[in-house]
């Protein structure tokens, strides 16, 4: 079965589209590819943080419900709510390393739903999570909420939730912390 691309169906763009390719969905699960590149975001010196395994599997769930809501009206809209039980293998992935994610549908409750996901280099099962998404605008979903009126916005970060930023409470995507890790020259 061929699939769409995903930039036509995902709001995502590059250099933040992560992954190469939608190669399977059905009803609760889908399997994308994607490839490490050099020059992508959070790739440095040839490597980046195996953490990255989050925004793959955010991204492939995206897919699966962009994917099952193309034709509708406008782009698919979404949210990662959280993350759980994420056990990392390896501590980085390299760049040129060829990955399938794998996210299965655990359960879902109206708008939320939790992934049981897998992110693989071959037969090497680099990282495995559960994540729980927001599937729709989260705009909307704060309007129709009964607690609007109280001041919850979903759709705004809350501070120190930047993955980039390097604090103590939000760590780097490519493992650096403001010291320096460099190994002495031989």
Same mark, same amino acid.
């Given at each position: 079965m061929a699939?769409?691309?995903?930039?036509?169906?995902?709001?995502h763009r590059p250099?933040?589209?992560?992954?190469?390719a939608l190669t399977a969905a059905e009803a609760e699960s889908v399997?994308?590819?994607?490839?490490?590149?050099a020059g992508a975001p959070f790739v440095a010196g040839g490597r980046v943080s195996a953490l990255i395994a989050l925004e793959y599997f955010a991204q492939a769930v995206a897919a699966l419900f962009a994917y099952k809501s193309r034709g509708g009206p406008g782009p698919f809209r979404g949210l990662l709510l959280g993350a759980r039980d994420l056990e990392l293998a390896v501590s980085h992935l390299r760049v040129g390393d060829v990955l399938d994610v794998h996210c299965r549908e655990q359960w879902?409750? !109206?708008?939320? /739903?939790? *992934?049981?996901?897998?992110?693989?280099?071959g037969d090497e099962r680099l990282a495995t999570g559960a994540v729980?998404?927001?599937? !729709?605008?989260? /705009?909307? *979903?704060?309007?129709?909420?009964p607690a609007a009126g109280a001041g919850s916005d979903l759709s705004s970060g809350t501070p120190g939730s930047d993955l980039s930023s390097g604090t103590s409470s939000s760590p780097r995507l490519d493992g650096r912390d403001g010291r320096d890790h460099s190994e002495p020259a031989p």
């Open positions: 699939f769409p691309p995903l930039d036509e169906i995902l709001p250099p933040m589209l992560l992954l190469d399997t994308c590819r994607a490839m490490v590149r879902a409750s !109206g708008p939320v /739903a939790q *992934f049981q996901c897998i992110l693989s280099r729980t998404v927001l599937r !729709g605008d989260p /705009a909307e *979903f704060a309007a129709a909420s």
